[in-house]
């Protein structure tokens, strides 16, 4: 009956995402001022736990070892080929959209704890204990 909980290994890959996409914001905000620094940034969660080829809602996983699933995918940070706002010195961080990837990062985590209490709290009315 509770062999296949996947809400929960998708919650802890969703947050396992959104902290590193926070780590890659702060490397990007911590070089701002680093001439010829490029941007960089993840590929949202969906481009990498998203539907697979196998099923309609399969996780991908992304070397031969891994298992299908395994919240320890890990993304690689990709730079950005947009340089139309790129500083004089080749610098291409823009603080007000590393402001605004923080907070879609931030969200995602939240999200991401509120999937894993709801289904914990659907497990816990299932087993008769509030």
């Not at 926070?22 to 736990?49: C, E, H, K, M, W």
């Not at 697979?52 to 699933?69: K, L, V």
Request: aromatic residues 6%.
């Amino acid at each position: 009956m509770f062999q296949n909980l996947t809400v929960f290994e998708s919650a802890q890959a969703m947050a396992i995402h959104a902290g590193q996409r926070q780590a890659v914001i702060a490397q990007n905000v911590a070089n701002a001022d680093t001439p010829g620094y490029v941007a960089r940034d993840l590929p949202s969660f969906t481009d990498i736990y998203g539907p697979g080829e196998g099923s309609a809602f399969s996780q991908r996983a992304t070397r031969h070892s891994h298992m299908n699933g395994s919240p320890s995918n890990t993304a690689e940070a990709t730079t950005e080929q947009d340089k139309s706002f790129a500083s004089p010195d080749g610098n291409t961080v823009s603080l007000e959209t590393e402001m605004l990837r923080a907070t879609e990062a931030k969200r995602q985590h939240d999200r991401s704890l509120a999937i894993y209490k709801s289904a914990l709290n659907i497990l816990r009315s299932s087993l008769g204990r509030q």
